[in-house]
């Protein structure tokens, strides 16, 4: 690579390389800043099954920033299944009918589907933001690998994507504990899960966090000082 574009790329990302000063288990994914993702309008938790999501969100909607309503992790709706395991506020459970009426009626603002296994898909979508704080949305992989149906079109290009990483053989031990019946009733869909490998969102999130081993301990605090940050620019 040129000098040239070196610099391009360390002044494109320069907003990046502030938010992860100090903070031990964030590194810079291949993705780089738009100009509208500049200004950080809303973030967006992305990661294969049982990269640790859901634990790093809720360290956020725990936090002060929640409490203070400077930041807002709107209300998730999803036309797939429960499962057993399943996180009790994590997900609004509703029918294909009642998602597409919520979506007309913008009770839900921002949609898409992901693929569940190879015959299966699932539409996952979002409740309005808060006009005066930050949204950290609870995505999913289905944001990056499936975006002409995210909805409405151009959205992403103003969510700053942080990727939350834990190896293959990490994710494989925590499905297997947190989803017994996925391996007992429904293989076809704990394959396809442990086939998204966890290396694929380096190159199309703008910031990724560590969540294995060493860096646990890190983690839930990094998540929350990365965001803090964000919200107060």
């Not at 009770?107 to 898409?112: A, D, F, P, R, V």
């Not at 939350?164 to 925590?174: L, Q, S, T």
């Not at 890190?218 to 803090?228: H, M, N, T, Y």
Request: glycine residues 6%; hydrophobic residues 35%.
């Amino acid at each position: 690579m040129s000098r040239e574009n070196n610099q391009a790329i360390e002044s494109k990302n320069h907003g990046l390389t502030d938010l992860m000063h100090g903070l031990f288990t964030v590194n810079m994914g291949g993705k780089l800043l738009s100009d509208g993702c500049q200004i950080f309008k809303n973030i967006a938790i992305v990661g294969s099954s049982c990269s640790g999501k859901t634990t790093l969100l809720n360290s956020i909607r725990n936090s002060s920033l929640c409490r203070e309503k400077k930041v807002l992790i709107p209300v998730r709706y999803t036309t797939r299944p429960k499962r057993k395991n399943d996180i009790f506020d994590e997900n609004i459970y509703i029918t294909e009918e009642e998602f597409t009426k919520k979506a007309k009626n913008l009770q839900i603002s921002l949609y898409w589907k992901k693929s569940m296994d190879d015959e299966r898909d699932a539409r996952f979508g979002f409740a309005p933001p808060a006009a005066d704080a930050l949204s950290v949305y609870s995505g999913n992989n289905g944001l990056l690998y499936n975006q002409k149906s995210v909805y409405p079109r151009g959205i992403l290009d103003m969510i700053l994507f942080v990727g939350i990483y834990a190896p293959d053989e990490v994710r494989k031990e925590r499905l297997f504990m947190r989803s017994p019946d996925l391996v007992q009733d429904k293989p076809k869909e704990l394959f396809y899960r442990l086939g998204d490998k966890a290396e694929k969102i380096f190159s199309r999130v703008h910031l990724v966090i560590n969540n294995y081993g060493p860096y646990m301990k890190d983690a839930l605090g990094d998540i929350v000082e990365l965001v803090r940050r964000i919200a107060i620019k």
